[in-house]
């Protein structure tokens, strides 16, 4: 059973404070997405890459958030430094998109729930 | 751009009774559109999705939906409803410029299912 995984699955951190998160995409899944659901904002696409590269990035705040691949198997989310407002919940999807014939689904991870004090 | 409405933040039904989610959309090419699920503490599941053809789409658990273009809507339902189908509801389009890997997401409707 393929999944999207994710760690840490809680973080507590004290503001001005790095936080990583990782996730591990479905094994020949070629495009990963970064989400932020809050109570306020709802789901927010953050990032998304297709083959490791960075595809569309609007969504992250560019002074704080950075996110990478390393590589096919680990997507990296930053925020350095850390501030209470992004507080929330962090999701990472992966899916296989082509041109054509792809499913257009998304496989989400079960989130990181990271507190900022 | 595109865009989701889901109407109504929370909708309550009985067990057994019928589950009615609505979802109305705006896009400026033809859409693909797409019903996620979220349990407490959990990710999100895709529940069904439409993309070409048929426009009654069958997805888990029993649940359906129907994309009417003339409406833009793409209403959730389900005839029976369960306790275990208490979770939040997202509805999501994707297509256009942006292309078909971007998802746009509704605010959510959290269903409540009471015995």
């Known amino acids: 059973d393929a999944r999207v995984t994710q760690t840490p699955r809680h973080k507590v951190t004290e503001m001005g404070q790095e936080v990583t998160m990782r996730c591990q995409p479905i094994?020949?899944?070629?495009?990963v997405f970064w989400y932020r659901q809050t109570m306020m904002q709802g789901l927010e696409l953050l990032a998304y890459?297709?083959?490791?590269?960075?595809?569309?990035d609007s969504g992250m705040p560019k002074d704080r958030f950075s996110a990478e691949m390393p590589d096919a198997t680990l997507a990296t989310l930053k925020i350095q430094p850390s501030e209470p407002r992004d507080s929330a919940v962090y999701f990472c999807a992966s899916g296989f998109f082509m041109d054509r014939g792809d499913s257009y689904e998304q496989y989400f991870g079960p989130g990181t729930r990271l507190t900022v004090t | 751009a595109q865009s989701v409405t889901q109407l109504g933040s929370h909708v309550s039904v009985s067990e057994g009774a019928l589950v009615l989610l609505r979802c109305n959309y705006s896009s400026s090419v033809p859409p693909y559109l797409f019903w996620y699920v979220q349990y407490p503490n959990q990710g999100l599941q895709l529940l069904l999705k439409?993309?070409?053809?048929?426009?009654l789409v069958k997805g888990i658990n029993g649940f359906e939906a129907e994309f009417k273009k003339s409406e833009t809507s793409f209403h959730l339902t389900k005839p029976s409803a369960h306790m275990s189908d208490a979770a939040e509801y997202f509805c999501?389009?994707?297509?256009?410029?942006?292309?078909?890997?971007?998802?746009?997401f509704g605010t959510g409707t959290r269903l409540l299912v009471s015995p």
């Open positions: 890459f297709r083959n490791r590269a960075p595809l569309d």
């Open positions: 439409y993309t070409t053809g048929a426009t």
């Open positions: 999501a389009v994707s297509g256009g410029p942006t292309g078909f890997q971007k998802l746009v």
């Open positions: 094994l020949g899944h070629n495009t």
